[in-house]
């Protein structure tokens, strides 16, 4: 069934937060399409002295023909992480995905002659620096699609015209031509990626699993400050095809998940149409279903354009609440942010938010009714 085979390895998850990479969804699923075998790993857990042996062991197990990098962040939001370099040392949950990330291409490069190739959202954002600071073979922009389309050529030194690529030269970085990829038209999921996700969170369940990321939507039209999406997702919005988002889901269900994080931007950043279509196809799939096997589901959602009527059919469906970013009530503040709220429709938009009142669905869960008081926390503190 497959050409050929590649070890992808992250390096940069958080200790004090651990989340089962997307990208061990992602890049697989796009691998396969091009007959080609990822083999992940997920190097949490692991001291970085024992890195070198644990690698060589991945290596002798699988044969790849290739090592790839994920970096998914480059920083941290935690005060304590940003201290001296003596609390670096001593505290064994400061995130550095950057170090992190720096000290497994040194471990690799002494351990393997095999090319190493880096990509991920967090390099996307600082592709042209971090290929500087890393010194990869290969850097990835944005989607794996062309990579994997042109593997024998990459993997055999031919980098020219290959789209998303980076490569030094002659020790003069080149950056290819970039594109923005459209979501996968098939289905991500697997019951071998379903096996080994689920296997994550056993082996870290705190705070554990909370929904299987399921993409929906890629890019964004607006240029939040805050947001890197435009950067390397584009801001052209591609949705993906309704039919594929709701193959993963009876993939997920069928292996007894029913809790799914819809993946975007936003899930209405040009209007409701597709975001109400998709709440439409999961409330006949619902329907369809035996009580334990029917979904809830979230996600991040632009409130100004959901009016009550757009409420009822988003909660009629298993919605358990998006999340949005509110950074200013000052319209001064929001300009300077370039987000999209101003406070004559922001406003409006927070009471209809705050008075709304959902008929659960007979399928509610504890944990859904966890979700509803925190709804209830946050009107509350709106009012």
Not at 155 to 170: E, K
Not at 331 to 345: E, G, I, L, S
Request: include cysteine; proline fraction near 5%.
């Amino acid at each position: 069934m497959y050409k050929h085979k590649v070890l992808l390895l992250n390096a940069s998850n958080m200790a004090a937060y651990p989340v089962y990479p997307y990208t061990f969804i992602q890049v697989p699923a796009v691998a396969r399409q091009a007959g080609i075998q990822v083999v992940c790993k997920d190097l949490l857990g692991i001291p970085q002295e024992d890195w070198g042996t644990a690698i060589q062991a991945l290596i002798e197990l699988h044969g790849p023909e290739m090592i790839l990098i994920t970096l998914r962040n480059t920083d941290s939001f935690v005060l304590k992480d940003y201290e001296s370099d003596k609390a670096k040392q001593t505290d064994g949950n400061g995130y550095f995905p950057i170090e992190s990330t720096q000290a497994l291409i040194t471990c690799l490069r002494a351990v393997t002659h095999l090319k190493i190739a880096i990509g991920g959202f967090g390099f996307s954002l600082l592709a042209y620096e971090l290929m500087h600071y890393f010194r990869p073979d290969v850097g990835m922009f944005g989607g794996a699609e062309a990579f994997f389309s042109n593997f024998e050529a990459i993997r055999d030194g031919h980098y020219a015209g290959i789209a998303n690529l980076l490569y030094f030269q002659a020790d003069q970085l080149i950056q290819n031509p970039y594109t923005f990829e459209a979501p996968l038209a098939g289905p991500e999921y697997t019951s071998q990626v379903i096996e080994e996700m689920m296997a994550f969170y056993n082996a870290f369940p705190s705070p554990g699993f909370d929904g299987a990321p399921v993409e929906v939507i890629r890019g964004c039209s607006h240029v939040c400050v805050f947001c890197a999406v435009p950067h390397v997702k584009g801001r052209q919005v591609q949705y993906r095809h309704l039919a594929a988002v709701m193959a993963d889901i009876q993939i997920l269900v069928d292996q007894g998940i029913t809790r799914i994080y819809m993946i975007s931007a936003e899930l209405n950043p040009d209007g409701n149409e597709f975001m109400l279509q998709l709440a439409d196809r999961i409330r006949a799939f619902n329907a369809a279903q035996a009580e334990g096997q029917r979904i809830t589901w979230y996600g991040a959602n632009y409130l100004l354009t959901l009016e009550p009527e757009a409420y009822e059919r988003l909660y009629a469906s298993g919605f358990t609440g998006g999340l949005f970013d509110i950074t200013a009530l000052d319209d001064r503040n929001a300009r300077a942010m370039h987000t999209p709220y101003r406070n004559q429709t922001l406003l409006k938009a927070l009471k209809t938010y705050a008075q709304y009142r959902k008929i659960q669905p007979a399928f509610m869960t504890e944990r859904k009714k966890n979700g509803l008081q925190g709804r209830r926390q946050r009107r509350r503190a709106i009012r």
